[in-house]
């Protein structure tokens, strides 16, 4: 990001306070993308002078300007694959990735607050309630792996799938003690906002992963993590919904622990036995 390019090269010179607002900057993109000045100070525990001072230092017209900023390098990062292709990574694809990568987890789990966390867990063990997982086509692959881990922990989960019409009766079935897990980023599939919105106009508890407090998944969500995707090739990366899975199921793990433990007894023994028998 630019920004983070000009904080690093500015970093000797900022005081204790701006020091704090160039961290959330860091860290929440997103709020500083679509927060206020007020809002920015305040989860920096700074003043609004502070943010003000912070955007000259940075060579930025004011705060709109590192605003805009901000908003210019989240939208190349969501940017089409058929966009991003045509630009070359440079020489050190590891090192590229290697920091782009800690940078999405750090901005994706960093702001999340733990009562939301501790919310969003004990709805995922209630054991009475059943689970159901919404992915747009590109975050399947990290969608099922949270059904496959949470599965190994309680019943009733499973991934809303098929065609429009498919999805659309699984969502006529639910009921208002189910949770819905929602995933989809920036260029939203329809059928999947669609399908969120159904379900959360049915009074089913969900919760969104998706890029932005404005993505058309959070508005019927009770609950919105906001993840980082910035890849450095033409696709987006899923490491920080991984993280914000891996995050739940850890959570979910501790609360079932009883349960889960004789669940994941029972599947080391059938793993052991199938090793016998080969």
Not at 245 to 267: I, K
């Given at each position: 990001?630019?920004?983070?390019?000009?904080?690093?090269?500015?970093?000797?010179?900022?005081?204790?306070?701006?020091?704090?607002?160039?961290?959330?900057?860091?860290?929440?993109?997103?709020?500083?993308?679509?927060?206020?000045?007020?809002?920015?100070?305040?989860?920096?525990?700074?003043?609004?002078?502070?943010?003000?001072?912070?955007?000259?230092?940075?060579?930025?017209?004011?705060?709109?300007?590192?605003?805009?900023?901000?908003?210019?390098?989240?939208?190349?990062?969501?940017?089409?694959?058929?966009?991003?292709?045509?630009?070359?990574?440079?020489?050190?694809?590891?090192?590229?990735?290697?920091?782009?990568?800690?940078?999405?987890?750090?901005?994706?789990?960093?702001?999340?607050?733990?009562?939301?966390?501790?919310?969003?867990?004990?709805?995922?063990?209630?054991?009475?309630?059943?689970?159901?997982?919404?992915?747009?086509?590109?975050?399947?692959?990290?969608?099922?792996?949270?059904?496959?881990?949470?599965?190994?922990?309680?019943?009733?989960?499973?991934?809303?799938?098929?065609?429009?019409?498919?999805?659309?009766?699984?969502?006529?079935?639910l009921r208002p003690t189910d949770v819905l897990v929602a995933v989809d980023f920036r260029r939203y599939e329809r059928w999947v906002?669609?399908?969120?919105?159904?379900?959360?106009?049915?009074?089913?508890?969900?919760?969104?992963?998706?890029?932005?407090?404005?993505?058309?998944?959070?508005?019927?969500?009770?609950?919105?993590?906001?993840?980082?995707?910035?890849?450095?090739?033409?696709?987006?990366?899923?490491?920080?919904?991984?993280?914000?899975?891996?995050?739940?199921?850890?959570?979910?793990?501790?609360?079932?622990?009883?349960?889960?433990?004789?669940?994941?007894?029972?599947?080391?023994?059938?793993?052991?036995?199938?090793?016998?028998?080969?």
């Open positions: 990001m630019e920004s983070a390019d000009r904080i690093g090269r500015s970093g000797a010179s900022l005081t204790k306070a701006e020091r704090r607002v160039a961290e959330v900057v860091l860290e929440r993109p997103q709020l500083v993308a679509f927060g206020t000045v007020a809002e920015l100070a305040a989860a920096a525990g700074a003043g609004a002078a502070t943010v003000v001072r912070l955007a000259s230092k940075l060579g930025y017209d004011g705060f709109t300007a590192l605003q805009a900023s901000v908003q210019h390098d989240l939208a190349n990062q969501l940017r089409p694959a058929a966009e991003r292709i045509r630009e070359p990574v440079g020489s050190d694809l590891v090192g590229r990735h290697l920091q782009l990568e800690q940078a999405n987890v750090q901005a994706t789990l960093r702001p999340i607050d733990a009562a939301m966390l501790d919310d969003v867990v004990r709805h995922l063990a209630d054991v009475t309630a059943r689970v159901y997982v919404l992915s747009g086509d590109a975050s399947r692959g990290v969608a099922q792996q949270l059904v496959v881990d949470l599965l190994a922990l309680r019943d009733d989960v499973q991934v809303l799938d098929g065609n429009d019409i498919a999805v659309r009766r699984q969502i006529a079935l906002v669609d399908a969120a919105a159904e379900a959360a106009a049915a009074g089913v508890w969900t919760v969104a992963v998706t890029d932005s407090l404005l993505s058309p998944l959070s508005a019927g969500a009770q609950r919105t993590f906001v993840v980082a995707a910035a890849g450095a090739g033409p696709f987006d990366s899923h490491v920080g919904t991984l993280s914000v899975f891996n995050l739940l199921v850890t959570g979910v793990a501790d609360q079932l622990r009883a349960v889960a433990t004789e669940r994941l007894d029972r599947l080391e023994t059938v793993w052991q036995q199938s090793l016998t028998d080969r």
